[in-house]
Nanobody, 124 residues
Framework: QVQLVESGGGLVQAGGSLRLSCAASGRSINDYTMGWFRQAPGKEREFVAATSRIGGGTFYGDSVKGRFTISRDNAENTVYLQMNSLKPEDEAIYYC?????????????????WGQGTQVTVSE
């Protein structure tokens, strides 16, 4: 069973950058497709980005393409989300998630393991 802990959230001005980290323990992230999701108040949790278990390929939600970059450091057992050109609409709680099945997915229900989340606040 993998445990996930996010960090790196905070307050940033619009146009700024943040890097989120997701530290895994208990099992290697090599065994998982790793994803980032976010949830704003009153909205459903939505897919942000993921890095595949097989081949390490990456894929992104349409709203963050070209601005956010997901990466994994297998030696550190950590996944990162570099967020650039932040907008007020990016404000949300960001969650790290892990999926053990070999096929990729953007669906919330496909990910079994979740962290507690980290708040990202973007001011005008």
């Amino acid at each position: 069973q993998v445990q996930l802990v996010e960090s790196g959230g905070g307050l940033v001005q619009a146009g700024g950058s943040l890097r989120l980290s997701c530290a895994a323990s208990g099992r290697s992230i090599n065994d998982y497709t790793m994803g980032w999701f976010r949830q704003a108040p009153g909205k459903e949790r939505e897919f942000v980005a993921a890095t595949s278990r097989i081949g390490g390929g990456t894929f992104y939600g349409d709203s963050v393409k070209g601005r956010f970059t997901i990466s994994r450091d297998n030696a550190e057992n950590t996944v990162y989300l570099q967020m650039n050109s932040l907008k007020p609409e990016d404000e949300a709680i960001y969650y790290c998630a892990a999926r053990s099945s070999p096929d990729d997915s953007t669906q919330v229900t496909a990910y079994r393991h979740w962290g507690q989340g980290t708040q990202v606040t973007v001011s005008e």
